[in-house]
């Protein structure tokens, strides 16, 4: 598959609905590849409210990014977002690519960009990120980004939980760092 002509550009207030729907359907895609997806069941249940994007983007201390498809009218086909933590430290989250676009390495480039654009503006140096600890193959893609395991935190949404089998009793979020 060729390689994606990516346009970047801050988010705007427009935008909110259709990130909304990339990162909800991207966190519910049942991902063939073996642990990408981790819990099927529990990924179908993540719900990203409309309103929850709308704050993350009108915050000022979060810089939301939507990733373009510039030989397809500029559509918008993936999203993160970055805030400053520290003199050289920055937080990422909310990364998802459409998934027609996913395996064509656009979250690959997504992510790169977000990085460059904490090193250049905030000076950053340091990057870090949670992932879902049953996700081991998302966790292993972040390894070949440079992230390292730092440590964990609790999984909070535990209502989501109920009902699922399979789950381990340790779920939790491994928490990442890049130096
Ligand atoms: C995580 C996510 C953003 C990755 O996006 P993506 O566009 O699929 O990522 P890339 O294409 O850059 O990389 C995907 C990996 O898939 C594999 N891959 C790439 N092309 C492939 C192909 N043609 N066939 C099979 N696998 C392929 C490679 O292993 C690649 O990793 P590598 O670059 O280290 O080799 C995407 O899966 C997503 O939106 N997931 C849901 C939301 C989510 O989980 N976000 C992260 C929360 S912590």
Redesign the pocket.
Known sequence: ?ATTNLQFRIATADDASKVQQI?QS??Q?N?S?PD?TGNVELASKFRIPVEEVQAKIANPDITTFVALDADKDNALV?CIDVSKRGTDYARISM???DDS??????????LAYAEDYCRRTWGTEKFS????ST?KA?IE?YN??GYRKTGTSPFPFREALEGISGLPDDLCFIEMEKA
């Open positions: 598959m990162v991207a966190f895609t991902d590849r990408w993936g990364l998802a690519v676009y996913q395996r064509g390495g656009v979250g690959r480039q997504v990120l949670n992932a879902l996700r998302l893609w070949r980004r």
